[in-house]
């Protein structure tokens, strides 16, 4: 598959779960989440979204009550993009705001500590 079509698919299956998650989750635990972005596979079988949350629940209970909740995603999704085969979706918890975060949080003290 053409890198710019998958590109493409990955980045407007991102746009239409988040707004799934937003306006039609009815949990609002999922209201919480951010979708960082998507990756779809050559084949388009297979698909990773990655999100983050303001929640206090750690990674693994977040993924696991998004798990929870891809079936309803993946009917939505097939409602809204036009594909030959929906792909399965699979979420990942996005440790790179946290980790900006961190480098952010370091930067600053080393700053402090050199004023």
């Known amino acids: 598959m053409n890198i710019i ?10 746009r239409n779960v ?13 209201k ?6 998507a990756e779809v ?15 206090s629940l750690s990674k693994e209970q977040l993924e696991k009550e998004l798990e929870e ?4 995603v993946r009917t939505e999704i097939a409602n809204c993009i036009d594909l ?6 699979k979420v990942v918890f996005d440790e790179s705001i946290a980790y900006g975060n961190k480098i952010e949080h370091i930067i600053k003290e080393i700053h402090n500590h050199d004023n």
């Open 84 to 89: 030959r085969k929906t792909p399965k979706i």
């Open 32 to 37: 919480t989440i951010t979708i960082t972005g």
């Open 41 to 55: 596979s050559n084949d388009l079988s297979y698909a990773k979204v990655y999100f983050t949350s303001i929640s």
């Open 69 to 72: 909740s891809s079936s309803f």
């Open 5 to 14: 079509k998958q590109k493409q698919i990955s980045a407007e299956l991102a």
């Open 18 to 30: 988040s707004e799934i998650l937003a306006n039609e989750a009815r949990d609002e635990l999922l």
